[in-house]
């Protein structure tokens, strides 16, 4: 099991930042991808960004050139830092790991209780 503790979140004018954090531990040898999704009311989860353990990333088009997605593999840790935010960025944003267990060869992914982020007009 992986557990994960999600900080961060908070309310911001259009233009502000806010930068999430969300620190893995258990498994976290078993830890190959961490990343962000997000969540409105009414919709599907859609993912935010993605960083492997190799470093590549994988950032959704709508938040291209204002997010970033950075980890330390040392502090079992991603970060999220959301520049120019929009009124459309307010969700619910979750950190989630993509994970595997050799010894039941299952992917496996866990997810953090989520943190809330409005950005107001």
């Known amino acids: 099991q992986v557990q994960l503790q999600e900080s961060g979140g908070g309310w911001v004018q259009a233009g502000g930042s806010l930068r999430l954090s969300c620190e893995a531990s258990g498994a976290t040898g078993s830890i190959n991808a961490m990343g962000w999704q997000r969540q409105v009311p009414g919709k599907d989860r859609e993912l935010v960004a993605a960083?492997?353990?190799?470093?590549?990333?994988n950032i959704a088009r709508s938040v291209r050139g204002r997010f970033t997605i950075s980890r330390d593999s040392a502090k079992n840790t991603v970060y999220l830092q959301m520049d120019r935010l929009k009124p459309e960025d307010t969700a619910v944003y979750y950190c989630y790991t993509d994970s595997y267990f050799p010894e039941t060869m299952r992917d496996v992914n866990f997810w953090g209780q989520g943190t809330q982020v409005t950005v107001s007009a």
């Open positions: 960083i492997g353990h190799d470093g590549t990333t």
